[in-house]
């Protein structure tokens, strides 16, 4: 997969990027009520918009991002000038308020992210296949702080329909793979006919389901 992840920057071929905030995110975020300043995980952050309005917020970001590529051109499209050093073999860019990892995230250990107050997880999860994801929550939930909370969305449709990334993620798998925390609640749930513009339409995906997750542990 990591190839996979590091030719579709290289070809921008990136469908799954958005060139607007996540509407999700603006609505339900504040439900996290978290203080100013508290630090924020975004995995497999790519080059989102998300990552600006998070900071416009007064919180402090931590990306981890596979291709350096797709970090580049966040600071370049938006006129954001980055630092990049090299820590310990591993490269970060860095301005105020965010810090991005160039790495593999099962690569990174608890010293290099410290502890975090929050994830946000747009399009993370369903871009890991199914026998990956339970490495990706253990890891992601080794840097959450005791009673830190999640933002997710995930996606659910038919399989038969297409073969993913982005990969369906059922209730049943959100609740096992998220088994050991205080509260899971489902804070949205949109299914829709899937558009004949949106490039997934053309590998099959007809039907789906989004969903919003609050988790509190």
Same mark, same amino acid.
């Given at each position: 997969m990591k190839d996979f992840w590091l030719k579709i920057w290289q070809a921008d071929n990136i469908p799954f990027h958005?060139?607007?905030? %996540?509407?999700?995110?603006i609505q339900y975020w504040p439900s996290l009520n978290l203080s100013p300043g508290a630090k924020v995980l975004v995995p497999l952050c790519g080059k989102s918009l998300d990552l600006l309005w998070l900071m416009q917020q007064g919180f402090h970001i931590i990306g981890i991002e596979l291709s350096e590529l797709a970090v580049q051109c *966040?600071?370049?499209? %938006?006129?954001?000038?980055? =630092?990049?050093?090299?820590?310990? /073999? *591993? @490269?970060?860019?860095?301005?105020?308020?965010?810090? @991005? &990892?160039?790495?593999? @995230? *099962?690569?990174l250990n608890r010293d290099f992210i410290g502890q975090v107050d929050a994830i946000y997880d747009r399009a993370a999860l369903i871009a890991i296949p199914a026998k990956l994801r339970p490495r990706y929550i253990k890891t992601c939930?080794? &840097?959450?702080?005791?009673? /830190?909370?999640?933002?997710?969305? =995930?996606? =659910?449709y038919e399989e038969k329909q297409m073969e993913g990334p982005p990969f369906s993620v059922d209730d049943a798998e959100v609740k096992a793979l998220y088994s050991s925390c205080q509260e899971l609640q489902c804070?949205?749930? =949109?299914?829709r006919e899937v558009d004949k513009s949106d490039p997934l339409y053309a590998r099959g995906l007809k039907q789906s389901t989004d969903k919003v997750w609050l988790i509190r542990y």
């Open positions: 958005q060139d607007k905030i %996540n509407p999700d995110l *966040f600071a370049s499209e %938006n006129n954001l000038p980055m =630092t990049k050093r090299l820590d310990q /073999g *591993f @490269i970060c860019y860095s301005a105020p308020s965010i810090s @991005i &990892w160039v790495e593999d @995230i *099962f690569n939930l080794q &840097w959450l702080a005791p009673q /830190g909370k999640i933002l997710l969305k =995930t996606l =659910t804070i949205k749930e =949109t299914s």
